[in-house]
């Protein structure tokens, strides 16, 4: 069973451009969430998908988007892009939102100059 | 952004001996937790998991121990192995029935041959 893709491993970005990530969970899993990981705040929910529709969203600006496709594939767009947004994205699938497993992909590295 | 709080950043243990990781939590009425491990270019690793129903739940070789009278969670490894080496985090569902998380920043545990 193929685990959670993400594409691609790493991006380097300048400012003000944006970037859209991408996800493919584990067959069967409908739940897609997204998080950040830097040193200084590790992990932060960015927002999470099930069967298409945004569950919940963490306190990240309106610049940070994302959707999830028919096939439960994800993906996350960051806009305007500033240096502070350079950071590993990680997104992490499970069969559903209720008090399961999450499988994590091994992130996006974005860096933005 | 919100985290999850932990008391150590580092921990160095020597390889036999039994690690204690230790996280507390921000809300009183998260109801699920997770301890995730991620080494070095990987995306985090599921270990171990425990509803808000339980004080403890035992694993292979791993224990985690949850204590909501202080909202506090540890992780325990007995007879540590090089291989444990990594940075982990503990993790609470802050929405019951939601997929929304909160992680800390992580204690990296270094086992010493």
């Known amino acids: 069973k193929a685990g959670v893709t993400q594409t691609p491993r790493y991006l380097i970005k300048t400012r003000g451009q944006q970037v859209t990530l991408s996800c493919s969970p584990i067959s069967g899993h409908r739940s897609v969430s997204w998080y950040q990981q830097t040193p200084g705040q590790g992990l932060q929910f960015l927002f999470e998908y099930f069967s298409e529709t945004q569950r919940n969203k963490g306190n990240f600006p309106g610049r940070f988007s994302g959707r999830q496709f028919s096939n439960s594939r994800s993906e996350m767009n960051v806009s305007t892009l500033e240096l502070g947004d350079s950071a590993l994205y990680l997104c992490?699938?499970?069969?559903?939102?209720?008090?399961?497993?999450?499988?994590f992909g091994q992130g996006t590295r974005l860096t933005v100059v | 952004g919100e985290s999850v709080g932990l008391h150590l950043p580092t921990l160095s243990v020597q390889e036999g001996d039994n690690s204690i990781i230790n996280c507390a939590y921000s809300n009183s009425a998260s109801d699920y937790f997770i301890w995730y491990k991620q080494e070095s270019g990987k995306g985090p690793q599921f270990i171990i998991d425990?509803?808000?129903?339980?004080d403890k739940r035992q694993g292979q070789r791993v224990t985690v121990l949850l204590n909501k009278t202080v909202k506090h969670l540890s992780l325990q490894i007995a007879a540590t192995q090089p291989g444990d080496s990594a940075v982990y985090f503990c993790?609470?569902?802050?929405?019951?029935?939601?997929?929304?998380?909160?992680f800390g920043t992580g204690t990296r545990l270094k086992v010493l041959a």
């Open positions: 993790a609470e569902n802050i929405e019951p029935g939601t997929y929304k998380y909160i």
């Open positions: 992490a699938s499970s069969l559903d939102t209720r008090n399961t497993e999450a499988f």
């Open positions: 425990i509803r808000s129903n339980m």
